[in-house]
């Protein structure tokens, strides 16, 4: 039996170029660790990641260890807003 599943990563904010360019870059530095049955779409601000599979357990662990190199992508991306006293934010 062939097992299908999506997951669609959005901006909060979909108008802003920022996010946007974050979407991307979270999914194109996680897309060459594609292993077969899991594909990557960019495309309108967005990403789709496809998974495949024969076994549930196997999709739930692909799943879940793309979610987990998502977070921490997305918090290496947002390093700035979260030291205290970074250079990104506005000093008066």
Known sequence: MKIEGKLTFKSERAGELVNIIAVNIIARSLAPDNVPGI?????????????????????????????????????????????????TK???
Do not use: H, Q, R
């Open 39 to 87: 594909k990557t779409i960019i495309e309108d601000g967005s990403a789709m990641v496809l998974f495949e599979g024969e076994k549930v357990g196997t999709i739930l662990a692909s799943v879940d260890d793309y979610l987990m190199n998502a977070k921490i992508a997305y918090e290496m991306i947002n390093l700035n807003n979260m030291i205290p006293g970074s250079c």
């Open 90 to 92: 506005k000093t008066n």
